[in-house]
């Protein structure tokens, strides 16, 4: 008897696969069915890879990231795309290289504020009473529940809550914690990429068939496939699509799907935030401070500051960058742009001693204001958690892919996004083998949800 096929894998105007979003998990998608012999599609509302990873050549004369910056850690997964291209890295040393601003007006460095106040080491050891979190319990509730007096949770604000893309009341207990216990943040190492995270979108972009400039807003999904419309009237149908578009534009509407998700990828959405996340960059004509500190923990907002420049030491100019997130972000953003790069300014000058300090050119990338992100990166709203993983369950023809569809751990980072799109390249794998598609790459499994890579 003759294997049965699906008619509709036999049309030529019908794409194996499309992928909405050409930033990291959508290469990432992309990238791990180059092999098959299928016909892929990454549809990119920018006219640019990459997402919210974005690498800079003009502003400082070195790579800048506008967007993501670090690899976390020694087993990222990015770390297999560093090794492949030969990329090199430089290591960020917090606890040596920063000036911290104590309550009290003091400035030291890291390990000097440390000696002085313990209280600063809750963000690197975490010792927390073994307290189990309420079940609709905000992380900065827990805190003052099991005893967080002030001076910590100032710290764990400016320092933790702040890198955590929002603020502590927006933040679930639980997920929070279950992050904090299965990362070893005192072991926890950044590092930059000399060459620019670009780098790596530009490799994982190689090969692929990509639409940019084609803003996706309808999604047409059943037992037929996928037909997705853009807004300027083109159509793209696909047997699958892949949907890697930011949490924050899936939530805002941007995208209709019709007929509707189904209820608990609803209820997923909802239960997730996007908090809003900016960056602050000036250029310098000078250094500002002795070579060794690369970073200040201040006192005032922006609560972090960062140089770029440390890797490009050659340059000329001088980069100072500030992370900006949550209730700080909204503060400082109330007013125009303008208004808002000085108040951030003069904030600076303050931490750094130089009253009458000057940039050479200053630039906001506001993430949440941007159309095409709306927000910086993903975290649990309280009461949701679980709510990563019903994201990330496939909706055949539908399945999805991005930053807040992975574990918690490594949600809301590169490494996360790529371990996603992976993951969701093997899950389309196997729903075409299903429906009579030939498919020529091997399904090693390696890539399913929480799998560590290998390095």
Known sequence: MAETVDPALQDPEVYDVLVLGAGMAGLATGHALLEDDLDVLVLEARDRLGGRVHTDRQFAGFPLELGAEFIHGERAATWRWVDRLGLATVHWTKLDDSWVRLADGRRLTMREARAVSPALDVTRTWELPEVPPRPLESFGDYLRRVGFDRERLDYVRRAFANAAGESMR?????????????????????????????????????????????????????????????????????????????????????????????????????????????????????????????????????????????????????????????????????????????????????????????????????????????????????????????????????????????????????????????????????ALERMGARVVGEDDGAATAGAEPVV
């Open 170 to 430: 927006f933040l679930d207990a639980t997920a929070t914690l279950a992050y904090l216990n299965a990362t070893d943040l005192d072991g926890l190492e950044d590092y930059r990429i000399v060459e620019g995270y670009g780098a790596i979108v530009e490799a994982l972009g190689v090969g692929l068939d990509i639409e940019t400039r084609t803003v996706v807003n309808r999604v047409r999904w059943g037992a037929q496939g996928v037909t997705v419309t853009t807004d300027d009237g083109r159509e793209f149908r696909g047997r699958t699509a892949v949907i890697t578009l930011p949490l924050g534009v899936l939530q805002a509407g941007d995208v209709t799907f019709d007929p509707p998700l189904p209820a608990p990828k609803r209820q997923a959405l909802a239960g997730l935030g996007m908090g809003p996340v900016a960056k602050f960059v000036y250029r310098f004509a000078e250094p500002l401070t002795p070579d060794e500190i690369q970073a200040v923990y201040a006192a005032g907002n922006p609560p972090m500051w960062w140089s770029p420049s440390a890797p490009h030491p050659t340059t000329e100019a001088v980069v100072w960058s500030a992370l900006v997130s949550g209730d700080g972000l909204v503060e400082l953003t109330r007013v125009s742009e303008e208004d808002a790069l000085e108040r951030a300014l003069e904030a600076f000058r303050r931490e750094v001693g130089r009253p009458g300090l000057r940039p050479l050119q200053a630039k906001l990338v506001d993430w949440s204001a941007d159309p095409f992100a709306r927000g910086g990166y993903s975290h649990v709203r309280p009461g949701h958690h679980g709510a990563r993983e019903l994201l990330a369950e496939p909706t055949p023809p539908l399945f999805w892919a991005g930053e807040a569809t992975a574990p918690e751990e490594r949600a809301a980072t590169v490494h996360g996004a790529l371990l996603t799109g992976e993951r969701a390249a093997v899950e389309v794998r196997r």
